[in-house]
T-cell receptor, first 114, second 115 residues
Framework: AQSVTQLGSHVSVSEGALVLLRCNYS??????LFWYVQYPNQGLQLLLK??????LVKGINGFEAEFKKSETSFHLTKPSAHMSDAAEYFC????????????FGSGTKLNVKP | DAGVIQSPRHEVTEMGQEVTLRCKPI?????LFWYRQTMMRGLELLIY????????DSGMPEDRFSAKMPNASFSTLKIQPSEPRDSAVYFC?????????????FGPGTRLLVL
């Protein structure tokens, strides 16, 4: 089965600072990759997805992620954090045999300090 | 589109009672997923359906859990009998079948507390 590792269960940044959330996946075949965001007491919402097109993927709310096959990484970044970005972020990878089945990372809680 | 609808949003029950969680997927979606989220184990896939047929139930924790999808617009996840360790947030998600490129859309979740 695929697996996803998110380094850092909690990340804290100041408002206006760079946001970097790390995600590494295990797969011998480039999969489809996703970042989701979860606000308190809500379901998960898609931020962006990589589906073998451009390696730099732009998503909503100013987030972007770069697929690096050599590093098996798909890190999420945002140049300038906003207070409203405080949430939990999940990286997910599709199963290599069944693309409709996802494996989620353990999540990273982002705290934005004023 | 109303999105994925789940009911109830909150459920408090006593150990041993039957619990039924409900989900209405987005119209036209072929896939439906049930997930469980806990602090200890994160987000776990329990079971998923394709065209109302269960495809993979390897994540269902034990026989106390069962899921059905009688038609394309409705699914249930049942726990009988419930136990305190079943306390979690249960999410339903749906997607359309386009080779995995499609997003899974999540419902707001059902927060279950078993006393």
């Amino acid at each position: 089965a695929q697996s996803v590792t998110q380094l850092g269960s909690h990340v804290s940044v100041s408002e206006g600072a760079l946001v970097l959330l790390r995600c590494n996946y295990s797969s011998s075949v480039p999969p489809y990759l996703f970042w989701y965001v979860q606000y308190p007491n809500q379901g998960l919402q898609l931020l962006l997805k990589y589906t073998s097109a451009a390696t730099l993927v732009k998503g909503i709310n100013g987030f972007e992620a770069e697929f690096k096959k050599s590093e098996t990484s798909f890190h999420l970044t945002k140049p300038s954090a906003h207070m409203s970005d405080a949430a939990e972020y999940f990286c997910a990878v599709s199963d290599r045999y069944n693309f409709n089945k996802f494996y989620f990372g353990s999540g990273t809680k982002l705290n934005v300090k004023p | 589109d109303a999105g994925v609808i789940q009911s109830p949003r909150h459920e408090v029950t006593e150990m041993g009672q039957e619990v039924t969680l409900r989900c209405k997927p987005i119209s036209g979606h072929d896939y439906l997923f049930w997930y469980r989220q806990t602090m200890m184990r994160g987000l776990e896939l329990l079971i998923y359906f394709n065209n109302n047929v269960p495809i993979d139930d390897s994540g269902m924790p034990e026989d106390r859990f069962s899921a059905k999808m009688p038609n394309a617009s409705f699914s249930t996840l049942k726990i009988q009998p419930s136990e305190p360790r079943d306390s979690a947030v249960y999410f339903c998600a749906s997607s359309s079948d386009r080779g995995g490129r499609e997003t899974q859309y999540f419902g707001p979740g059902t927060r279950l507390l078993v006393l």
